[in-house]
Nanobody, 119 residues
Framework: QVQLVESGGGLVQPGGSLRLACVTSGFAFDSYVMSWYRQAPGRERELVASISTSGRNTDYADSVQGRFTISRDNVKNTVYLQMNSLKPEDTAVYYC????????????WGQGTQVTVSP
């Protein structure tokens, strides 16, 4: 059974930091490109960051470039998102997703973790 469980969200002031984690199980983690998405109220879900199977290659949305860092631990089957210099516009529910690096088949979404950036 495929599972993705996000955690680490919370309420933080502008300029603060949070580290999200997505613990996975039920699939061959090191064969999947991992990504973080977010969805703010009234907006479509958007891609925030992706990381290759080895972790050597990463990609970021322009809005988070230089502030967020995605990483993965292929032993712990976990992907992380370090978020620094947070802004109110980063407020959203954050989700992780896995996509097979050859077939591009994606897993279902996890339950997400709420990030709220507010004074």
């Amino acid at each position: 059974q495929v599972q993705l469980v996000e955690s680490g969200g919370g309420l933080v002031q502008p300029g603060g930091s949070l580290r999200l984690a997505c613990v996975t199980s039920g699939f061959a983690f090191d064969s999947y490109v991992m990504s973080w998405y977010r969805q703010a109220p009234g907006r479509e879900r958007e891609l925030v960051a992706s990381i290759s199977t080895s972790g050597r290659n990463t990609d970021y949305a322009d809005s988070v470039q230089g502030r967020f860092t995605i990483s993965r631990d292929n032993v712990k089957n976990t992907v992380y998102l370090q978020m620094n210099s947070l802004k109110p516009e980063d407020t959203a529910v954050y989700y992780c997703r896995a996509q097979h690096y050859i077939t591009r088949r994606a897993t279902d979404w996890g339950q997400g973790t709420q990030v709220t950036v507010s004074p």
